[in-house]
Nanobody
Framework: QLQLVESGGGLVQPGGSLRLSCSAS????????IGWFRQAPVKEREGVSC????????YYADSVKGRFTISRDNAKNTVYLQMNNLKPEDTATYFC??????????????????WGQGTQVTVSS
């Protein structure tokens, strides 16, 4: 069964960058759309970005457009989230999950499965 593991989180100053990785084991990630989500304390989960299985469709939350870039390397069974110009409000635990397609409502997370354990991103000076 496909399992997803997130990595790459950490502490970074405002304006800094991080690259998160979502690595798959136990199956082929290439068949699936992959979404990135985040959840901060006392806040609801938020859809951040999604990439289709073919890598020809990407979606971004308005709050991260122009700063975050999602990409995938199916040969490495990995999806990346490059995060630039990070802001304190980006502080959250970031999760990846899979579905058959992104769709306009990907940000709800409904239908996504194989959620990873998350990686913490803290943006603070």
């Amino acid at each position: 069964q496909l399992q997803l593991v997130e990595s790459g989180g950490g502490l970074v100053q405002p304006g800094g960058s991080l690259r998160l990785s979502c690595s798959a084991s136990g199956g082929t990630l290439a068949y699936y759309a992959i979404g990135w989500f985040r959840q901060a304390p006392v806040k609801e989960r938020e859809g951040v970005s999604c990439v289709s299985s073919s890598n020809d469709n990407t979606y971004y939350a308005d709050s991260v457009k122009g700063r975050f870039t999602i990409s995938r390397d199916n040969a490495k069974n990995t999806v990346y989230l490059q995060m630039n110009n990070l802001k304190p409000e980006d502080t959250a635990t970031y999760f990846c999950a899979k579905d058959w397609a992104c769709g306009s409502y990907y940000y709800t997370g409904v239908g996504f499965g194989s959620w990873g354990q998350g990686t913490q991103v803290t943006v603070s000076s």
